[in-house]
C-alpha cells in the first residue's frame, strides 16, 4: 500500500498529545514542549513519529485484523476465575544482531538507567513509541501478559528491571512501576474482559506488525541515481 502524504487530524495529534503529557503530569502541551525540549526531543518530530505510527497502525489493522483469533470464553474464565494482580509497567526496546552485540549494549543501558533514570534511557535507547513518554506503558493484568514475560518479571519487586527478554520485536527489558491487587466485583467482569480482548488483539496486531515489517525490511531495494 502507498501513502502519498503522511497526515492525521489536528484534532487526533492533540488528543495524543494531551494523553502523553498527563501521563506525565503536565497539564498543557506548551509545557510538554519545554519537558521535551530538556530531553533533547523536537515537538515537530514527536508530532511526525505520531502520524507516523497512525498511519502504520491502520495499515496493519487492515491488514491482518481477520487473522487475529481471540478465545472469548477462556478469557472470561480467566476473569471469574483467577482475579490476580496489575501491574504498572515500563519499556525499553532494544535491537541486537548477535549476543555479544546485546550484552554491550545492555549494559550501556544499565550504565544509563543507574545515570539518568529509567525514564530518560528509555528516551535514549529504546526503539518503541513508548520512548517518548518515558517506556512507560499502563497497568497490565497478570493474566493478559504472555508467558515469557510473565516468568521474566514474576520475582521482581517494584522498581526493579528485567533482563533483556527476547521477543519477535527486539529485546524487551520491563521495569515494575506499581502492583496492585485486582479484585474483580460482579458489574467489572464486562469491562475486564474488554480490556483483556483488546490488550490480547493489540498483542497479536503487534506481532504481525513487527514481521510485516521485518519482511518489508528484508524486501525492500534502493536504486540510486
Known amino acids: 500500500q502507498i501513502v502519498d502524504e ?21 497539564q498543557s502541551i506548551s509545557e510538554y514542549e519545554k519537558y ?6 523536537q515537538i515537530n518530530d514527536l508530532k511526525q513519529k505520531i502520524q507516523i505510527d497512525a498511519i502504520w497502525n491502520e ?33 525499553i526496546l532494544f535491537k541486537s544482531s548477535n549476543e555479544s552485540q546485546m ?3 545492555y549494559q550501556e543501558i544499565q550504565a544509563d538507567i543507574k545515570k539518568e533514570g529509567f525514564k530518560n534511557a528509555a528516551l535514549i535507547h529504546s526503539i518503541s513509541s ?21 516468568k521474566n518479571i514474576s520475582n521482581l519487586k517494584i522498581g526493579d528491571y528485567s533482563k533483556p527478554i527476547l521477543t519477535a520485536s527486539g529485546f524487551l527489558i520491563i521495569k515494575i512501576q506499581d502492583i496492585k491487587n485486582n479484585d474483580v466485583q460482579a458489574n467489572d467482569i464486562d469491562n475486564k474482559v474488554n480490556t483483556l480482548i483488546k490488550a490480547k488483539t493489540n498483542q497479536q496486531l503487534n506481532q504481525y506488525s513487527n514481521i510485516y515489517y521485518n519482511k518489508i525490511k528484508k524486501d525492500l531495494v534502493i536504486n540510486e541515481f
Open 130 to 150: 513508548s520512548s517518548t513518554v518515558g517506556g512507560e506503558i499502563g497497568w497490565f493484568d497478570k493474566s493478559s501478559l504472555n508467558e515469557t514475560i510473565k
Open 36 to 41: 521535551l525540549k530538556q530531553n533533547n526531543v
Open 103 to 105: 550484552q554491550i549494549k
Open 6 to 26: 503522511i497526515k492525521v487530524s489536528d484534532k487526533y495529534l492533540k488528543k495524543v498529545l494531551i494523553s502523553m503529557s498527563n501521563k506525565k503530569g503536565i
Open 59 to 91: 495499515i496493519i489493522f487492515k491488514k491482518f485484523n481477520s487473522k487475529v483469533i481471540i478465545n472469548k470464553e477462556k478469557i472470561f474464565n480467566e476473569v471469574v476465575k483467577n482475579p490476580d494482580k496489575k501491574f504498572l509497567l515500563s519499556e
